[in-house]
């Protein structure tokens, strides 16, 4: 006794110390487990009769181990004693195995699972004789001894066929045994049934099939060991399950004939009845019972037992999912054999009342409990009839459109819920997966497909817009997939709402995060980390879903039909929809890259449209979006060299046939289409390399390798980017307008329809540098664009606004580019049609005007006030000029209504602006085409420096004289005498212009030519340009004329003093007799005397009046207070005639002191209440202004023309009082003068005038006035007191408290 205790804690010593080197030492271990294996292998179960063992294991072992060792080597010994021990610490923890401590057992089972992976054979042996050696366990012992059994055959490489056999009748034994653990505890004895199987499936086979064919309906753990392994996830291979399956029809096909046994069909029904544990999962002995049932059913020669069995099937509840399911598998299998029962059975099923009840009165709160076993019947047969196609699919084509007219009738007819929707969409699945394997599929003709494309789209668009918890979108998309297949029937229409859906059902999802919130607001709440390709395969399927249309129809038009669906996500404003659609984009790209599908010999559609979206993504905010799409770009470039390489290839082979092509269809070889194709030699970029430049390189490249008409479209597609609201789409868009620009600029067609389209979109844009960017593309485009760039912002330049106006900029950003722009302009405005003969009494409509013509007018007004023109503009001043007076005349003879004229006085600006081109202050409509002419007239004038012409016409109110076809030849005359009395320069300039204008085959232009060199004869600039001689030619020329006008001009011309010099004499001798005639008291007389005498200085040119020019001074000065309102007009009239007919510097003294005095008589006048006499002042005091060589001559002429009040008249009275002490005196004395008058205008105008050289000059008025003038001047400024101007009242008032301190200083 004593020596088995010390053997025994020997070997409890030995154990643990094998533990601990089984633990540290791998290479022990590895030879223990080779050497567990051996034994499992080499020793066999022995019979209770020979085993004599004592009651605890570990003793019995030891005791076996020393009758042996003395045989052995000590190597042998060595190898003896570790497995002796192993032994013993595996029958200790079996033992241990019977504990109650989880935390014990758990750490038990975890060591006897790792022994059993290092040692397999030994544990297997260990525990198969501690069953044997305790027959009395516990039933919960027995329970963790079977899965240990379970995991160490599961491990084993192989198992002795006495080992399976003891395992099968130990697992036999225990399968239908009663015990408190129920179940549990049968399945665990059927599990080791199962890890038998998985060595050697045959002998369990054979008892499982021996169990069921024995006439009593066989107990479930047998139902549950064969739904195991019939099971996908059970322990047999492909080849073996197979075998399996082929033994268990076998099975079925015997057990045909407990179908009429009564007891049996009984309790199988209630099998297949019975309420489950746990309503989500199904037992395997359920499951299989379903599939077995099928199995029988469909090797039943009888049709009418298979309908009485799937009835009474179908006439359990339909509560349960699996349940559902199981019926389905069931009515399946029936369906392989006997199509038409099965489909005669749920045709009956689905008109019964029931079924009826459940699809229209259905009311979850008015239901019994056990109507809700027929609320989901629908369902049940949805999944039936998927299964049918599964597993009659042999059969199934000629029933398709009947089975698919009945699931799409449940499907619209039954309640919506989560149930009805996986239903169908799991028997639509099943259903189309078998036609489509079928034979004969494609090519026959289905009529349900276009009705169930239709239920797919209500189910996508009935998905929850901001959650994706189950495959369902997914699903309906594959549906669609393989629908397209089977060549759905779709027209245009409905495949693009059909896309629509599939793209907004995905597309259109919230990010993953936010999925993630709102799926945990369900009771059940889907754990999406647990599934996170969920997304990723329904957007799988949706690529997937593109690229069948594309293969099914694999042509260009079928590629732009997708891509224009994608590019309405692409220009979306969220960027994860960007995103979204961008990774799809590039998916069919690369789809199609990999796999040519398409024509080479075929074009394609809108490549430009998707180099431009391609590219505007690649400055997208988004940085995921931005590498997808140089990833889409480069995906573009391999797709195009590879197609057009082929193409290329392929007309290298074929010889090239003459174009017969009428429709208008591009071709690659086509030279008219003026298409760039690459040739094998161009293609010689690495396409490796594509995807490691930058986004605008990539661009670039992509560019090259398009056609002209494709680079039109990427120009289009830009343009069209700029109406965006999204700012970097907008900037995105110009920046790619400019780049195509700048890089084939030169090369594009339609430049005409593309600015217009720049012009539309402009208006929109809100980005500055995108703006500048859009200008600065216009600015290169007219570099070889300027005549179609020109005539299409002519058609919206009618009226233009502020975005046309920065185009027309735009257009002359350069100066070659302005000058081109001009040019084009002054050809459009000669482009006039000839005017049809009609009198002012009868006007044509205003609609025959050409408009072009008009805008040209229009716009060259405008651009006279633009920077980039202004060089342009003076260069071409001449041409400008000329143009302008003969588009006035032409407007003329198209008797157009007038403008109504409300006071052409009435002008509010200091100089001519671009608003002014826009027929004076009023901005209400634009004007009419003859004020808009004179306008641009008068600017002319005002911004090339002639403001000295434009300031005479415009003080001598002469603008007027253009209105009217007889009155036109004298403005045009008083345009020129301006001219020839201004800069010398300008005279020479327009001269060269008038010859080639007199030699124009229009009328009027050599009409205005004709004028103004009469004119101009009267100037010495001219015979710089033109010699005496050459003008006598020219005129005599033009005594030819066609024109009875031009000739009667030419006529007078040759009548110049310039060709006959006697006539000066001549003229000066009559002029003692006209200025005696001056004091008739006929006042028309003396008027037309004086306007003679000014003729006869106008007609003395350069001559001169001579020693006369003094009498005829003091002549017109006498009558300037004339009581005659003619006379004093006209007299005004003549003493600018004279100062401005003598030259500057060559003026005598006297003349000038004539000047001097008559400064303050015309000054008073400009407040005469004749408006005839008021112009004339103005303008001779202007032409005194420029002789006395005042300062600020230009704000001299803009204070007469246009300014108003006391302000206006105290810069002018600072001139006269700031000269000379003589002619000061001469000043104040005339306006003393004048405070005598009898006119109270020019009196109160006198005094203020006073008062004004009294405030700054008041000793020098002190000294002029005596007391009498200052009496008159305190009584006049009493008066001027009650004056209804409030300025002037007080100015008066001030002056009153003033005069005193003045009076006093006289004393």
């Given at each position: 006794m004593d020596w088995k205790s010390s053997e025994k804690a020997g070997s409890h010593s030995m154990a643990d110390s094998m533990s601990s080197a089984l633990s540290q030492n791998p290479r022990v271990s590895a030879h223990i487990s080779e050497s567990s294996r051996d034994l499992s292998c080499r020793r066999a179960p022995q019979s209770p009769a020979r085993r004599d063992r004592a009651a605890h294991p570990t003793t019995i072992l030891l005791c076996k181990s020393r009758s042996s060792q003395a045989a052995l080597a000590p190597q042998e010994h060595r190898a003896f004693l570790e497995k002796a021990c192993g032994a013993a610490i595996c029958f200790k923890m079996l033992r241990d195995l019977s504990g109650s401590d989880p935390a014990h057992l758990s750490y038990t089972v975890r060591k006897i699972k790792s022994m059993a992976r290092e040692a397999p054979g030994l544990v297997l042996e260990a525990t198969h004789d501690y069953f044997t050696d305790n027959p009395e366990v516990s039933s919960w012992h027995k329970l963790r001894l079977f899965h240990v059994l379970e995991t160490v055959i599961g491990v084993s490489d192989s198992l002795e066929e006495s080992w399976e056999k003891a395992f099968i009748k130990l697992a036999l034994e225990n399968m239908a045994k009663s015990t408190e653990l129920k179940e549990a505890y049968q399945?665990?004895?059927?599990?080791?049934?199962?890890?038998?199987?998985?060595?050697?499936?045959?002998?369990?086979?054979?008892?499982?099939?021996?169990?069921?064919?024995?006439?009593?309906?066989?107990?479930?753990?047998?139902?549950?060991?064969?739904?195991?392994?019939?099971?996908?996830?059970?322990?047999?291979?492909?080849?073996?399950?197979?075998?399996?399956?082929?033994?268990?029809?076998?099975?079925?096909?015997?057990?045909?004939?407990?179908?009429?046994?009564?007891?049996?069909?009984?309790?199988?029904?209630?099998?297949?009845?019975?309420p489950d544990q746990t309503h989500q999962e199904q037992p395997p002995e359920k499951a299989f019972l379903f599939i077995f049932y099928g199995l029988i059913l469909q090797a039943e020669d009888n049709g009418a037992t298979v309908r009485k069995h799937l009835q009474t099937l179908l006439e359990t509840s339909h509560r349960w999912p699996k349940q559902r399911e199981g019926m389905a598998i069931t009515v399946g299998l029936a369906a392989a054999r006997h199509l038409e029962d099965v489909c005669a059975v749920l045709e009956c099923f689905g008109h019964s009342e029931p079924v009826k009840c459940s699809l229209h009165t259905f009311s979850p709160k008015g239901l019994a409990s056990e109507d809700l076993r027929w609320k989901w019947a629908s369902s049940t047969i949805l999944l039936a009839y998927g299964q049918m196609a599964v597993k009659a699919k042999a059969h199934i084509l000629p029933w398709v459109d009947n089975i698919l007219s009945r699931m799409i009738f449940f499907f619209r007819y039954s309640s919506w819920n989560e149930t009805l929707k996986h239903s169908f969409l799991t028997a639509v699945l099943m259903l189309v997966e078998a036609v489509s394997h079928t034979s004969g599929a494609r090519s026959h003709q289905f009529s349900q497909l276009s009705e169930l494309s239709e239920c797919l789209m209500v189910l996508l668009q009935k998905e929850p817009k901001d959650a994706l918890y189950t495959p369902a979108r997914q699903q309906a998309i594959c549906v669609i997939s393989s629908l397209c297949k089977l060549r759905l029937p779709l027209d245009l229409e409905k495949k693009s709402q059909l896309l629509s859906t599939c793209l907004h059902s995905v597309l259109a999802l919230p990010p993953l995060d936010i999925l993630e919130r709102h799926t945990c607001l369900f009771l059940e709440p889907p754990n999406i980390q647990v599934r996170p390709t969920l997304y990723n395969e329904t957007s799988e399927a949706l690529d997937q879903l593109l690229q069948t249309f594309l293969v099914e129809n694999p042509t260009a038009d079928e590629l732009h039909f997708l891509l224009s669906h994608l590019f309405t996500w692409l220009v979306s404003d969220k960027a994860l929809q960007r995103q979204r659609a961008m990774n799809s984009?590039?998916?069919?790209?690369?789809?199609?890259?990999?796999?040519?599908?398409?024509?080479?010999?075929?074009?394609?559609?809108?490549?430009?449209?998707?180099?431009?979206?391609?590219?505007v993504l690649c400055q997208d905010p988004d940085r995921a979006t931005q590498g997808s799409s140089v990833e889409g770009l480069g995906q573009l470039y391999q797709l195009l060299m590879r197609q057009r390489a082929e193409a290329s290839q392929t007309d290298t082979l074929v010889p090239e046939h003459p174009q017969a092509s009428v429709d208008g269809a591009l071709q690659w070889s086509s030279g008219d289409q003026k298409a760039r194709l690459l040739t094998p030699q161009e293609v010689v970029f690495p396409q490796d390399r594509i995807f490691q430049l930058g986004s605008s390189q990539v661009i670039k490249e992509v560019m090259k390798r398009l056609t002209l008409a494709e680079l039109t479209d990427l120009a289009w597609t830009t343009i069209e980017g700029l109406g965006s609201t999204s700012p970097f789409r907008v900037q995105a868009a110009a920046s790619m307008l400019l780049a195509v620009i700048q890089e084939h600029g030169a090369q594009l067609e339609t430049v005409a329809n593309l600015g217009q389209a720049i012009h539309l979109q402009l208006g929109s844009v809100r980005v500055p540098q995108?703006?500048?960017?859009?200008?600065?593309?216009?600015?290169?485009?007219?570099?070889?664009?300027?005549?179609?760039?020109?005539?299409?912002?002519?058609?919206?330049?009618?009226?233009?606004?502020?975005?046309?106006?920065?185009?027309?900029?735009?257009?002359?950003?350069?100066?070659?580019?302005?000058?081109?722009?001009?040019?084009?302009?002054?050809?459009?405005?000669?482009?006039?049609?000839?005017?049809?003969?009609?009198?002012?009494?009868?006007?044509?409509?205003?609609?025959?005007?050409?408009?072009?013509?008009?805008?040209?007018?229009?716009?060259?007004?405008?651009?006279?006030?633009?920077?980039?023109?202004?060089?342009?503009?003076?260069?071409?001043?001449?041409?400008?000029?000329?143009?302008?007076?003969?588009?006035?005349?032409?407007?003329?003879?198209?008797?157009?209504?007038?403008?109504?004229?409300?006071?052409?006085?009435?002008?509010?600006?200091?100089?001519?602006?671009?608003?002014?081109?826009?027929?004076?202050?009023?901005?209400?409509?634009?004007?009419?085409?003859?004020?808009?002419?004179?306008?641009?007239?008068?600017?002319?004038?005002?911004?090339?420096?002639?403001?000295?012409?434009?300031?005479?016409?415009?003080?001598?109110?002469?603008?007027?004289?253009?209105?009217?076809?007889?009155?036109?030849?004298?403005?045009?005359?008083?345009?020129?005498?301006a001219m020839v009395q201004g800069v010398r320069g300008q005279v020479k300039d327009v001269t060269r212009q008038l010859l080639h204008s007199l030699r124009s085959q229009e009328e009027r232009e050599r009409k205005v030519a004709i004028l103004i060199l009469n004119e101009f004869l009267?100037?010495?600039?001219?015979?710089?340009?033109?010699?005496?001689?050459?003008?006598?030619?020219?005129?005599?020329?033009?005594?030819?004329?066609?024109?009875?006008?031009?000739?009667?001009?030419?006529?007078?011309?040759?009548?110049?003093?310039?060709?006959?010099?006697?006539?000066?004499?001549?003229?000066?001798?009559?002029?003692?007799?006209?200025?005696?005639?001056?004091?008739?008291?006929?006042?028309?007389?003396?008027?037309?005397?004086?306007?003679?005498?000014?003729?006869?200085?106008?007609?003395?040119?350069?001559?001169?009046?001579?020693?006369?020019?003094?009498?005829v001074a003091v002549s017109a000065r006498s009558f300037f207070d004339d009581e005659r309102e003619g006379i004093r007009a006209a007299a005004m009239a003549l003493f600018g005639d004279l100062v401005a007919a003598t030259a500057a510097g060559r003026e005598t003294r006297s003349l000038r002191t004539q000047v001097h005095q008559s400064m303050v008589p015309l000054l008073l006048h400009l407040k005469d209440h004749c408006p005839a006499v008021v112009t004339q002042a103005k303008f001779t005091f202007y032409r005194c202004s420029l002789l006395l060589r005042w300062r600020l001559p230009h704000t001299v002429f803009c204070t007469l023309a246009w300014e108003r009040g006391l302000s206006a008249r105290h810069f002018l009275w600072s001139h006269l009082l700031t000269q000379r002490q003589e002619e000061f005196s001469i000043h104040l004395s005339q306006a003393l003068n004048y405070l005598h008058s009898r006119h109270h205008h020019l009196k109160t105008w006198a005094a203020l005038f006073l008062g004004y050289a009294t405030c700054y000059h008041p000793q020098a008025v002190s000294q002029v006035a005596n007391s009498g003038d200052m009496k008159l001047l305190f009584s006049t400024f009493k008066g001027l007191q009650k004056d209804p101007e409030p300025g002037i009242q007080v100015f008066a008032t001030r002056q009153l408290s003033f005069l005193p301190q003045v009076a006093a200083s006289q004393k």
């Open positions: 399945d665990a004895a059927s599990n080791l049934l199962v890890a038998v199987c998985r060595h050697s499936w045959r002998p369990v086979a054979q008892h499982l099939e021996t169990e069921v064919l024995r006439g009593v309906f066989p107990h479930r753990s047998l139902l549950y060991v064969m739904g195991v392994l019939t099971s996908p996830q059970g322990p047999l291979s492909q080849v073996d399950k197979a075998s399996w399956e082929e033994q268990l029809s076998k099975i079925a096909a015997q057990a045909v004939q407990f179908l009429n046994s009564d007891v049996w069909s009984k309790e199988l029904l209630w099998a297949l009845t019975k984009c590039v998916s069919l790209l690369k789809f199609l890259s990999l796999n040519l599908h398409l024509d080479p010999k075929e074009d394609f559609k809108r490549v430009g449209q998707l180099v431009a979206m391609l590219g995108a703006k500048e960017d859009v200008l600065l593309a216009v600015t290169l485009l007219a570099r070889n664009h300027t005549p179609e760039l020109v005539a299409a912002f002519l058609d919206f330049s009618t009226p233009p606004n502020s975005h046309t106006f920065q185009l027309w900029r735009a257009l002359g950003a350069e100066l070659p580019g302005s000058r081109r722009v001009l040019a084009t302009l002054l050809a459009w405005l000669q482009k006039r049609p000839r005017p049809t003969q009609t009198s002012n009494s009868s006007p044509q409509p205003k609609e025959k005007v050409p408009l072009r013509s008009m805008a040209a007018m229009n716009t060259l007004c405008k651009l006279q006030f633009a920077r980039e023109f202004k060089e342009t503009v003076q260069e071409a001043y001449p041409q400008l000029l000329l143009a302008f007076l003969a588009q006035v005349h032409y407007i003329l003879e198209l008797h157009l209504p007038r403008e109504p004229q409300p006071c052409q006085k009435a002008q509010e600006a200091a100089m001519p602006s671009p608003q002014s081109c826009w027929g004076g202050a009023g901005p209400m409509t634009p004007p009419l085409p003859g004020s808009l002419s004179l306008d641009a007239l008068r600017s002319l004038l005002a911004t090339t420096g002639h403001w000295q012409s434009f300031a005479q016409l415009e003080l001598q109110d002469a603008w007027h004289l253009f209105a009217t076809m007889d009155t036109y030849p004298k403005g045009v005359g008083l345009l020129a005498r009267h100037s010495p600039a001219l015979l710089e340009v033109l010699s005496e001689q050459d003008a006598l030619t020219l005129l005599a020329q033009s005594l030819r004329d066609p024109s009875p006008e031009v000739r009667a001009l030419s006529l007078q011309g040759l009548g110049n003093i310039l060709f006959h010099p006697e006539k000066g004499s001549l003229l000066r001798r009559q002029l003692p007799h006209f200025l005696s005639g001056f004091f008739q008291n006929s006042e028309p007389v003396v008027v037309h005397l004086m306007g003679t005498v000014s003729e006869v200085l106008h007609r003395l040119g350069a001559q001169g009046a001579g020693a006369q020019s003094l009498s």
